[in-house]
């Protein structure tokens, strides 16, 4: 009986040898990996940035009034297109009580005092006439007539500028009448009838009664990072996308590179500003948000090779691609990289022409299928 277990033992371990030996066969019987190559080529490479922004009118101003006051009417609507000059709104002007007393009162002193000078005046020049008066006396009553009168011209002057905001004959619209200061697009009422305004001063910046831009030129307003900026010049020209308009591109030329940059998110970004062209039939609204291709750096006909060939090194980071020198046999080849965009990568040294690069991250399809 032990016997024949002995037997049947053994017989199990000779299949097993049997099967594990064939298995190692076949798999070392297997063809050994062919590795496609490629060669080094001439290419024109260009680096490129995307600066996230928005487009805005190049011109837009703010309507203030001159005077305080309430709103008493709005000629135009937002969206309306209007010309340098045209009415606005009108402002009805709402006078302090205590300063119109002090003005009223100041009026009717002036008109007391402008009544007696005439008197003396006029009686004066009577007895100058008869030879009673010397010249000088009637000459000094006539001033002091001419200056009363002039004193209640003013008081008169500013009673009317207190109670309806401007004067008669002085420009009256000038104050109570909102004009359009240049020709363009209204963006933006944030005023309605009735609504009471503030003046603009040197200590109040004043409420705004409606903006305007000319639409017809528009800039682009964006940030980039500080690694990119040094690389960026004024006059460079830059294609702008448009996020609310697609399929379409709008060239435009850079204008402005800030020269101070603003801390955001841990990474400082700078300012930059360019002029957008806007195709005739392309309505572009203001605050529309955009996107802009930046070309920082070009080179045309250099040596390059696919950025997919090649490999770093674990520990100094520094590239290399493996070249065949015999039939299937490789060799690294440390190599110097100029610009990239991210497809293909320039050469400065390490290949020349004809070089066969390994593809190491491919197999043919000859060998994946064998090794299927």
Do not use: C, H
């Not at 277990?5 to 050994?32: C, G, H, T």
């Not at 490479?45 to 009417?73: C, D, M, W, Y």
């Not at 003396?120 to 002091?144: H, T, W």
């Not at 009838?193 to 639409?215: P, Y």
């Amino acid at each position: 009986m032990k016997k024949g277990l002995k037997i049947a033992l053994a017989a199990v371990a000779l299949i097993l040898l049997i099967v594990v030996m064939k298995f190692f066969a076949d798999k070392n019987s297997k063809a050994a990996v062919e590795y496609k190559t490629e060669q080094p080529f001439k290419a024109s490479i260009a680096t490129k940035t995307v600066a996230t922004g928005k487009v805005n009118p190049e011109e837009e101003i703010e309507l203030k009034p001159q005077i305080s006051g309430i709103v008493s009417e709005i000629l135009v609507e937002e969206g309306d297109v209007v010309k340098k000059g045209d009415l606005i709104a009108k402002i009805r002007v709402v006078p302090n009580a205590q300063n119109l007393a002090s003005s009223q009162s100041r009026v009717r002193s002036a008109k007391l005092s402008f009544d007696n000078s005439k008197v003396l005046y006029e009686r004066n020049k009577d007895l100058f006439e008869q030879g009673v008066i010397s010249k000088q006396d009637f000459e000094n009553s006539e001033l002091a007539y001419n200056q009363a009168r002039q004193t209640l011209t003013q008081s008169q002057t500013d009673y009317q500028i207190i109670k309806k905001g401007s004067a008669a004959g002085m420009g009256s619209e000038a104050n109570t009448n909102i004009i359009a200061q240049i020709s363009g697009t209204i963006l933006e009422i944030p005023v309605r009838e009735g609504n009471q305004v503030i003046e603009s001063n040197n200590f109040n910046a004043g409420t705004t009664i409606a903006t305007i831009a000319d639409m017809s030129k528009m800039i682009f307003e964006g940030k980039v990072d500080e690694a990119e900026v040094g690389k960026l010049k004024e006059g460079r020209e830059i294609m702008v996308k448009l996020g609310a308009i697609e399929e379409k591109e709008f060239p435009a030329k850079l204008i402005f590179v800030a020269p101070k940059g603003q801390e955001e998110s841990g990474a400082v970004q700078f300012t930059i500003k360019a002029d957008v062209n806007i195709k005739d039939g392309t309505y572009v609204r203001a605050g529309y948000s955009a996107n802009a291709e930046i070309e920082l750096e070009k080179k045309d006909s250099v040596f390059a090779i696919k950025e997919s060939l090649l490999q770093f090194n674990r520990i100094t980071e520094k590239p290399f691609v493996e070249v065949e020198k015999e039939d299937q046999k490789f060799e690294k080849v440390d190599v110097k990289l100029g610009i990239s965009d991210g497809i293909n990568v320039e050469i400065l040294e390490g290949l020349k022409e004809g070089d066969k690069v390994k593809v190491w991250n491919k197999a043919s399809k000859d060998n994946e299928e064998k090794e299927d």
